[in-house]
């Protein structure tokens, strides 16, 4: 069991948007502004795609964004493409001793 | 741009020691612009972190594999490395090296990731 939590699965059409939820605890999301999310294609490494809950590392299509409203984190993608396909995981710090928690991860499916 | 490159067994015995060296490249680990960490994943399963060192050699370690885990750093040979005693089926995965520039939350750079198998 993730201390984060993601849905399973979310899906949507080429060109539509979709959102992606990442819950946690006051202890984690809620408490600090070091919300992370990454991109990973099957047997690749995971890609940071957001840092400090809305930053966007250089390179990453603007197409890309994240947000935050209270223990709830989420990273949203606009203008879906196919590539876009992949599974994505939050990550957060965290005042507790592991120091770095992750989410079970969401699988993006473009139909 | 910083890149990474794990090395080491593919298969580890159960009850010994797995060890694996990440060797940086396009940058130097005593610049102390990053913390190193490494990070699993059981196949088909999420993301662990297992803890980081800076270059200083200060480490941090995720308690759940605490007792079992010692990462270090060799700034000489630009690698650190992470050795997991005791190993179970249960620490089949396959091993990330990364680097942090900020927050240890966000990795910047991901090694393309190593798969250890441990099986007798």
């Known amino acids: 069991q993730s201390a984060l939590t993601q849905p399973a699965s979310v899906s949507g059409s080429p060109g539509q948007s979709i959102t992606i939820s990442c819950t946690g605890t006051s202890s984690d999301v809620g408490g600090y502004n070091y919300v992370s999310w990454y991109q990973q294609h099957p047997g690749k490494a995971p890609k940071l795609m957001i840092y400090?809950?809305?930053n966007r590392p250089s390179g990453v299509s603007n197409r890309f964004s994240g947000s935050k409203s209270g223990n709830t984190a989420s990273l949203t993608i606009s203008g879906l493409q196919a590539e876009d396909e992949a599974d994505y995981y939050c990550?957060?710090?965290?005042?507790?001793?592991?120091?770095?928690?992750f989410g079970g991860g969401t699988k993006l499916t473009v139909l | 741009q910083v890149q990474l490159q794990e090395s080491g067994p593919g298969l580890v015995k159960p009850s010994q020691t797995l060890s694996l060296t990440c060797t940086v490249s396009?940058?130097?680990?005593?610049?102390?612009?990053?913390?190193w960490s490494w990070i699993r994943q059981p196949p088909g399963k999420g993301l662990e972190w297992i803890g980081y060192i800076y270059y200083s050699g200060s480490t941090y370690y995720n308690p759940s594999l605490k007792s079992r885990v010692t990462i270090s750093v060799d700034t000489s040979k630009n690698q650190f490395s992470l050795k997991l005693s005791s190993v179970t089926a249960a620490d089949t995965a396959v091993y990330y090296c990364?680097?942090?520039?900020?927050?240890?939350?966000?990795?910047?750079?991901w090694g393309q990731g190593t798969l250890v198998t441990v099986s007798s």
């Open positions: 990364a680097a942090h520039r900020g927050s240890i939350a966000a990795a910047d750079y």
């Open positions: 990550s957060s710090y965290t005042s507790s001793s592991t120091r770095v928690v």
């Open positions: 396009g940058g130097s680990i005593s610049s102390g612009d990053y913390y």
């Open positions: 400090e809950v809305s």
